[in-house]
């Protein structure tokens, strides 16, 4: 475990320690973990070049104009909304639009791609004919990283993946349903977790390995996700997660704080590093166990504590690839990348 004091100690030195003109993606950043993510970046970083990711307009303004006054000297961020409002995404346009951002020529020795965009609605499916849950929780967060791993990988160093999602819950996977179609909530969570860990150690093996990828379990984090959730049920599961949350809730500042210590720490290198990559630790503080097992394996799932994978989660993971689960995942992906867009990235 590393201690939020640790965090904040490693954060304190991003000024003089990285270089100026980092340049960093955020995805679903106009609210909730993202948002005051990127705002812990931009207040630490030295003239940073931020491109950020959101669906409201109004959000993105202001987060913009919060982003000015933090980080004067930063480069003007780009509120990028390529990839559709809410009201359009139910009125069944695509998903796998290509975000101008992914085509951005001024991305040089892109650092850093942060994930965190999560929504919780009930639309059955995409137009594409993808279970809406699975589109948003694995599809689109895999598409948007082979989009952009180009660019991530020409960074002389740095080069990071952190998603937010469900890691440490990496469970059992359903070959016959992977859009979670007829799944329960109870057997989604594993199922989503176990694809997207899978998917980063498949890409890590395969495309970037001078890329480190981070699986990351916010914990409690009262971020408004449900808040376009309407009616009886998402009332009364408010009423009744409300102790839970008053009790167990980590403040989204310190959320913000955590996530950039995962962005930037050395604790978390590449698979194949030459070199510390990122903040050197402090005293105490090691290289983290990767999802393969081995320590500094360039791909981790962990959760807001930034403990090295677990070894049941590994359990699950070396069961899935023996059993042939993950290259039938790569099959399947790859597939509906190229029946969707012609192509499995760009």
Not at 26 to 38: E, K, Q, W
Not at 220 to 247: D, I, N, Q, Y
Request: hydrophobic share 40%; aromatic share 6%.
């Amino acid at each position: 475990m590393v201690t939020l004091e640790q965090m904040r100690a490693s954060n304190a030195r991003i000024a003089t320690t990285l270089p100026p003109g980092l340049v960093a993606v955020f995805v679903g950043a106009t609210s909730g973990i993202g948002n005051t993510t990127l705002k812990q970046f931009a207040s630490r970083a030295q003239q940073p070049r931020i491109y950020f990711v959101g669906r409201r307009q109004a959000e993105g303004e202001r987060t913009q104009a919060e982003l000015e006054k933090l980080n004067p000297d930063g480069g003007v961020p780009l509120h990028q909304t390529g990839r559709q409002s809410i009201a359009k995404r139910r009125r069944g346009l695509p998903l796998y639009p290509k975000p101008r951002i992914c085509h951005q020529s001024t991305l040089p020795h892109l650092r850093v791609l942060d994930y965190q965009e999560a929504l919780l609605w009930p639309i059955p499916e995409t137009a594409e004919g993808l279970h809406y849950p699975m589109a948003l929780m694995y599809y689109a967060r895999t598409r948007f990283i082979l989009n952009l791993l180009p660019q991530l990988k020409k960074a002389p160093s740095l080069r990071r993946v952190v998603t937010v999602g469900a890691s440490g819950k990496e469970g059992p996977i359903i070959p016959s349903d992977w859009q979670a179609n007829t799944l329960s909530i109870l057997s989604f969570r594993p199922h989503a977790a176990s694809m997207t860990t899978l998917s980063l150690l498949a890409v890590a093996k395969k495309e970037a390995p001078d890329v480190s990828f981070l699986h990351v379990y916010p914990g409690f984090v009262k971020t408004g996700m449900s808040r376009e959730l309407t009616g009886l049920v998402p009332a009364l599961a408010r009423v009744l997660l409300a102790p839970a949350m008053a009790l167990l809730q980590i403040p989204l500042d310190e959320t913000g704080e955590r996530q950039l210590y995962f962005a930037t720490s050395a604790r978390f290198p590449p698979g194949r590093s030459e070199d510390a990559d990122g903040i050197m630790l402090g005293q105490g503080v090691g290289t983290a166990t990767g999802a393969d097992g081995a320590l500094g394996g360039g791909v981790y799932s962990i959760d807001y504590e930034g403990e090295g994978t677990g070894g049941n989660v590994r359990g699950v993971l070396d069961a899935l690839v023996k059993d042939g689960t993950a290259d039938r995942l790569s099959e399947h992906t790859g597939e509906d990348f190229r029946r969707i867009t012609g192509s499995a990235a760009i």
